[in-house]
């Protein structure tokens, strides 16, 4: 009897190692993905940022262009 309450002991701590190893590489996981989605949230900004920048310098060039020329 004692053994059999050893071995499953035993298989309920491989178990319970098992399921941590499995959380920590989903949290891993997880916390790649957060930072892949922050990386492109970063790369869209800096594109709108220069985007808007062109659009402010050509209506600039367009103003000084209509009232000097």
């Known amino acids: 009897m004692k053994s059999d309450y050893a071995a499953h002991?035993?298989?309920v701590?491989?178990?319970?190692?098992?399921?941590m190893q499995?959380?920590?590489k989903n949290m891993d996981t997880i916390e790649?993905?957060?930072q892949r989605k922050r990386d492109i949230n970063a790369q869209f900004?800096?594109?709108i940022k220069h985007v808007v920048?062109?659009?402010a310098c050509a209506a600039l060039v367009?103003?000084?262009?209509?009232h000097f020329a």
């Open 9 to 11: 002991l035993s298989l």
């Open 13 to 19: 701590h491989d178990s319970q190692d098992e399921q």
């Open 22 to 24: 499995i959380k920590a």
């Open 32 to 34: 790649k993905e957060k």
């Open 45 to 47: 900004w800096q594109i």
């Open 53 to 55: 920048l062109l659009i």
């Open 62 to 66: 367009i103003y000084t262009l209509i």
